[in-house]
């Protein structure tokens, strides 16, 4: 084989490693590791605003795309009112993200407060795939 036939191999090698890359590449880092679920089935994507609430485990809320830190539930609450006021008409559901080592009481208190104020809401787990 002679120089360029080495150099095409090359490239061939580069854009397939390139484009494995970027097919497992992660598109945004989450401080929030979700626990896993063979239970649940993904959501269907409807004509809604998500708000997404992230449960660390030290008890603190995270919204506004994990960057800005809640203290507690009613911090929580004042939050969660002020974003349906902004969106008043248009549905709103909340997810709820909570870490995987997040004590149930955090999740389960803000999955209340959804309740409280009638909004709709999902826990986020992340699917184990191909196990049974």
Same mark, same amino acid.
Not at 114 to 124: H, M, Q, Y
């Given at each position: ?43 269907? %994507?409807? @004509? +809604?605003? *998500? ?9 603190? =809320? $995270? %919204?506004? @795309? +994990?960057? *800005? ?9 004042? =939050? $969660?009112?002020? @974003? ?49």
């Amino acid at each position: 084989m002679n120089n360029s036939g080495y150099i095409l191999r090359f490239v061939d090698v580069v854009l397939i490693l390139l484009f494995g890359f970027i097919s497992i590449a992660t598109i945004r880092e989450s401080d929030i590791e979700l626990p896993e679920s063979t239970e649940t089935q993904p959501d269907v %994507v409807g @004509e +809604e605003e *998500v708000i997404f609430v992230g449960v660390q485990a030290d008890g603190t =809320f $995270l %919204v506004d @795309e +994990e960057t *800005v830190a809640l203290a507690d539930i009613s911090s929580l609450e004042q =939050f $969660l009112r002020e @974003e349906m006021a902004r969106y008043e008409g248009y549905p709103l559901k909340v997810r709820i993200r909570a870490s995987w080592d997040a004590p149930v009481v955090h999740l389960l208190s803000a999955a209340q407060l959804c309740d409280d104020l009638g909004l709709r809401k999902a826990i986020d787990v992340k699917m184990r795939v191909g196990e049974t």
